[in-house]
């Protein structure tokens, strides 16, 4: 089985820049999150959706981050401008909602360096 | 709401010694618990998850943690550190939303160092 998809490995962009990041779930997988890691924290969840619905974008920050994922499948997450406090690992997971008590399968996620 | 503290934010061991890492968990669900390891520049993997049959969980590579609902605490162990143990470590509850898939909440990471 083919796991999550996510390009590209590495950024690095100036500040007031724009840049986005793809990722391509588990096949069959309804549910797809966008995780932000900065160096020494945890992952933050930024966007849940389920298909193509929005379940929990309550963190993102809307001014300067949108994601979509117009076909249910693969999504797209997209920061506009960028800020030096944006630089981060960007995770894409995804999970059955289907299957109980599921875990959420991780890529290897997109290092993003803002200078 | 749902939240995860993990206890320390730095361990380090010796190889070949025991390796406890703490997490504590609050949830108004009956959680699904996990814990990830992260090694430098890869994804997160998943090392065992609990999901409400035994309370003592074993995962791969040795690892095993114990859920015990009375103290919220689900820590994971090791007998024998190895070296290729040397990562991040992820405590992770997940609790359903309605007809919408699984909230997964992080905790902020153990860092584990092994000295040879």
């Known amino acids: 089985e083919a796991g999550v998809a996510q390009s590209p490995r590495y950024k690095i962009i100036e500040k007031r820049q724009s840049v986005a990041f793809w990722c391509n779930p588990i096949?069959?997988?309804?549910?797809l999150y966008w995780y932000q890691q900065i160096l020494g924290q945890g992952p933050k969840l930024l966007i849940q959706?389920?298909?193509?619905?929005?379940?929990?974008d309550s963190q993102l920050p809307k001014d300067r981050f949108s994601a979509e994922r117009l076909k249910g499948v693969d999504s797209t997450l997209k920061i506009q401008p960028a800020k030096l406090e944006d630089s981060a690992v960007y995770l894409c997971?995804?999970?059955?909602?289907?299957?109980?008590?599921?875990?959420?399968?991780f890529g290897q996620g997109t290092r993003l360096t803002v200078v | 709401a749902q939240s995860v503290t993990q206890l320390d934010s730095h361990v380090s061991v010796s190889e070949g010694t025991p390796v406890l890492l703490r997490c504590n968990y609050s949830?108004?669900?009956?959680?699904?618990l996990f814990w990830y390891v992260q090694h430098p520049n890869k994804g997160l993997q998943l090392l065992l998850k609990?999901?409400?049959?035994?309370?003592l969980v074993k995962g791969i590579n040795g690892f095993e943690a114990e859920f015990k609902k009375s103290e919220t605490s689900f820590h994971l162990t090791k007998p024998s550190a190895h070296m290729s143990d040397a990562a991040e470590y992820f405590c992770?509850?997940?609790?359903?939303?309605?007809?919408?898939?699984?909230?997964?909440?992080f905790g902020g990471g153990t860092r584990v160092l092994v000295k040879p």
């Open positions: 997971a995804s999970s059955s909602p289907w299957v109980m008590n599921t875990e959420a399968f």
């Open positions: 096949s069959g997988h309804a549910t």
């Open positions: 959706f389920q298909n193509n619905g929005v379940v929990d």
């Open positions: 949830s108004s669900y009956s959680p699904s």
């Open positions: 609990y999901t409400s049959a035994a309370t």
């Open positions: 992770v509850v997940s609790a359903p939303i309605k007809a919408a898939g699984n909230k997964l909440t």
